[in-house]
């Protein structure tokens, strides 16, 4: 050993002085430095951890969440279907209420209408009657050539009328 110590120039009291000093610094190295950083770490380590865990729990929630919101849908999506056949199954019904009404409206129109025509037909006809009784007289009046009463008049046309009855 005594060859290696006159070899590499070693000096046994300064070696024990940086063994010594060594000591130290690696206390307060460990004491101040390692051990403060080995907390912070295991905080930090911790601290992902429990982030991860709460990323797995919210991925789980929004899975949960997404299938809750198909389940949603899929329901809406009845419900919808549903009131669009109501509303159809209603509207036909009010297009048929609205048909019979208008057929009604139309009847009532229908019956009116007849009613006018015969009305109108019948002043025509008492209208003709009268103009054909002018006629008659101006024609009697034109074949006598004198002038009967009133009285007489009427009565030789009504009886004329009531013949061709």
């Known amino acids: 050993m005594d060859s290696l110590i006159s070899i590499f120039h070693i000096d046994v009291k300064i ?3 940086q063994i010594v000093n060594f000591g130290i ?3 307060v190295l460990y004491k101040f430095a390692f051990k403060p950083l080995a907390k912070v770490m295991q905080e930090r380590t911790n601290k992902i951890e429990k982030s991860l865990e709460e990323a797995k ?7 949960l969440t997404e ?11 009845k419900d919808a279907l549903a009131i669009v056949e109501e ?3 209603n509207a036909e019904t009010n297009r048929q209420k609205t048909v019979e009404k208008t057929k009604e409206e139309i009847v009532l ?4 209408e ?4 015969k009305k109108e037909h019948d002043e025509t006809f008492v209208e003709l009657k009268k103009e054909m ?5 101006l024609a009697v009046e034109k074949i006598i050539k004198e002038k009967l009463d009133s009285a007489k008049d009427k009565e030789l046309i009504q009886s004329a009328l009531n013949q061709k009855d």
Not at 67 to 77: C, D
Not at 114 to 117: F, P
Request: proline share 0%; no cysteine; net charge positive.
């Open 15 to 17: 070696l024990l002085a």
């Open 25 to 27: 610094v690696f206390f």
């Open 57 to 63: 729990e919210i991925e789980e929630k929004l899975s």
């Open 67 to 77: 299938q809750e919101r198909k389940e949603i849908l899929a329901q809406a999506k």
């Open 87 to 89: 509303a159809n199954k």
């Open 109 to 112: 129109v229908i019956k009116a």
């Open 114 to 117: 007849k009613e006018k025509i």
């Open 133 to 137: 009784v002018d006629l008659v007289m």
